[in-house]
């Protein structure tokens, strides 16, 4: 099985997902959009994961490599209907390439904070394994609040209604970050988009305090991510048998 990744910044890559995919002795190639590295050919690729990062999906004057990205995953997902996961930014563009729509969170979630699961998704096959009730991290101003036709809503929260979607049996969009490790909130920090976010939110001090919360729940999110990841991968070797 090969591996496809869409990354809008350097920092955001698949995270823990990488030692998990490593283990599993799966190729992945990452494609740097906001560099200006262009979409390969899709026909090589068995599964499709879409990152973050800090621009919006209607930012399309200062990266207009968006337009490009969201007719791939349209291909990918409607066209190919091969495995699909796109986390936070990921998910926004999964819902406005289909025909959904985002708009502003006012004011942003950012923060850890309880996502529930909806019925649909206890029963769903990735997330049934997942904790019903988990502490995430969120770092988003923008969420789905139109999703496309044909998805269910998996997950919610207090402030984001729509915090993991799927798509037929195949594309899966969550709001929240899986992908975890021990220094993941502290990269992030130095990237002046989410500083300013997270201070906004919290206050001063914002990223010590917040990496001093996130540190004793890393077990807990490494569990939910590796669950996440095997649901995935059993899913998608499935669909390439």
């Known amino acids: 099985m090969r591996l496809l990744v869409f990354q809008h910044i350097a920092c955001e890559h698949p995270g823990i997902f990488r030692k998990f995919l490593a283990e599993d002795g799966i190729a992945w190639d990452a494609v740097e959009l906001d560099e200006g590295e262009a979409i390969p050919d899709l026909e090589a690729y068995d599964a499709l994961w879409v990152m973050g990062g800090p621009m919006d999906v209607w930012d399309l004057e200062a990266n207009p490599w968006l337009e490009p990205e969201k007719a791939a995953i349209r291909e990918w997902v409607r066209v190919r209907r091969k495995p699909f996961l796109g986390v936070c930014l990921g998910h926004q563009l999964l819902a406005d390439a289909l025909g959904g729509r985002c708009d502003w969170l006012s004011p942003p979630e950012v923060g850890i904070l309880e996502v529930a699961l909806t019925e649909a998704g206890r029963a769903d096959p990735l997330f049934a394994e997942l904790d019903p009730v988990a502490k995430c991290l969120q770092w988003h101003s923008v969420q789905v609040v139109e999703p496309p036709e044909g998805s269910v809503t998996l997950a919610s929260s207090e402030a984001c209604r729509h915090q993991a979607l799927r ?7 969550i709001q929240y ?5 021990a220094n993941t909130i502290s990269d992030w920090g130095d990237i002046p988009a989410y500083a300013a976010a997270l201070e906004k939110v919290r206050g001063r001090d914002a990223l010590a305090r917040l990496d001093a919360e996130a ?17 995935f991968m059993k899913m998608a070797l499935e669909m390439t048998a």
Do not use: D, S
């Open 167 to 173: 798509i037929g049996q195949h594309a899966y969009g």
């Open 177 to 181: 970050h899986v992908e975890l490790e």
């Open 215 to 231: 540190q004793p729940l890393m077990p807990g999110f490494a569990r939910n991510a590796r669950r996440l990841y095997e649901g």
